[in-house]
Structure formats: C-alpha cells, structure tokens
C-alpha cells in the first residue's frame, strides 16, 4: 500500500522568510496530493492540491511542486505571517474517493516573530 | 452550511466505561470517515461510510469500536469498555461525492480514558 514520509517534523522560521515541506510516496499510482493544516484545537483543513497531471500550483502565498518521476513533492509558504503557525499534513491518493487517502506524519510550523 | 458537528469535544472517562462520539456530517455529502489522531501513528482512518452504509471498517483497532450511521445527517462511533490506550483525538470529516477525494474534517473529540 501507499506510504506517505514528510520532513521536517518541526520547523521555525522567521515572519516574512519562506517555509518548505517535502513528502515522498511510494504507490506510482498515487495521482492526487492534497496538503491540509491544523490549527490548535480544530481539525484539518484542506489548503491546496495537486494532481499528477501538474507540476506546480500556486495560491496566493502558497505552492506546490510535484515530481512524478522522483515520487515526491513540497509545499511553499512564502512570507510566512504569524497566522502561518500550524501542523501541516502532507497526503497522496489514488484517486476515485477520499477512502484512499494516505497522510503524512505531519510538520509542526512555528512563525517567530 | 455549519460544517462537520462533532460532540463532545472533550470527554473524559475511566477505564471500562463506554464512550459515544457524535457527528453530524455537512448535508449533502456522501460519505462520512472516523480517524483517529495520535502522536504515534498519526491521522489514521478507522472506518467510513457510503449513503448511511459501512464499506471499509478495516482500520477498526478491535471489536470494541462500533460506529453506526442511522440516517444521512448523524453517525456514532462507540468504545465499550474503553481502555487507556483508545485516548486520543477522534475526527469525524466527510466528503461529497465518489469523485471528489476533499475531506471536511469536524472539530474533534479529545478523548481521555484513566
């Protein structure tokens, strides 16, 4: 089956630089990578998603990469603001239903002010 | 729409007891899951449910977890008899259609079990 690895598992940076996540999969047929954040006390949120079909795609202060090739992907949060302190999950899926979703271990992303 | 409703958000019991989780899932949607999230082994689906019936209970840790889901708008997910090992945050999401793989996560149920 699928297996997700995310890196780091902590990670503090300064308000305003950029912060990176990278996760590598295993399953070749992994064809969707969403990325979720969760803030304290509240459960998951979908912020971004990727499918195979794409190699990049933004959303205003973040981005992700996928190399299919490589079986691995990132997420980007440029100028990174307090409100950017969470733990991110990194997932990978084969498509067809949310059943199938693998997730990642998880990144906790300090802001310092 | 209010989103995934989960009750209650805390809940504390002693060992043996049984504990209900509640959720009620975004209307419309078709499918409804139960992770369970812990430090050790992360966000783990326990089991999920299409139009009100159980299709995967494969990640269910032991017969003493049972969900059900009476009607398209409430599921319960029950620990009896409990034990301290089953503490943890306990997630119910649920998602729209066959095709559409993005979950919506409820708030969680911090469950501790003494």
């Known amino acids: 089956g699928e297996n997700v690895e995310q890196h780091p598992s902590t990670l503090s940076v300064q308000e305003g630089d950029s912060a990176v996540i990278k996760c590598t999969y295993s399953d070749s047929a992994s064809n969707y990578f969403p990325w979720y954040k969760q803030e304290l006390g509240k459960g998951p949120q979908l912020i971004i998603d990727i499918r195979s079909n794409v190699g990049e795609k933004k959303d205003q202060r973040i981005a992700v990469t996928l190399n299919k090739t490589a079986k691995h992907f990132s997420l980007h949060i440029t100028e990174t603001q307090p409100e950017d302190s969470a733990v991110y999950f990194c997932?990978?899926?084969?498509?067809?239903?949310?059943?199938?979703?693998?997730f990642g271990s998880g990144t906790r992303l300090s802001i310092r002010p | 729409d209010a989103g995934v409703i989960q009750s209650p958000r805390h809940e504390v019991t002693e060992m043996g007891q049984e504990v209900t989780l509640r959720c009620k899932p975004i209307?419309?949607?078709?499918?409804l899951f139960w992770y369970r999230q812990t430090m050790m082994r992360g966000l783990e689906l326990l089991i999920y449910?299409?139009?009100?019936?159980?299709?995967?209970d494969s990640g269910m840790p032991e017969d003493r977890f049972s969900a059900k889901m009476p009607n398209a708008s409430f599921s319960t997910l029950k620990i009896q008899p409990s034990e301290p090992r089953d503490s943890a945050v306990y997630f119910c999401?649920?998602?729209?259609?066959?095709?559409?793989?993005?979950?919506?996560f409820g708030s969680g149920t911090q469950l501790s079990v003494l």
């Open positions: 449910f299409n139009n009100n019936v159980p299709i995967d």
């Open positions: 209307s419309g949607h078709d499918y």
């Open positions: 999401a649920s998602s729209l259609t066959t095709t559409n793989e993005k979950l919506f």
């Open positions: 997932a990978a899926s084969p498509g067809s239903s949310a059943s199938k979703i693998i």
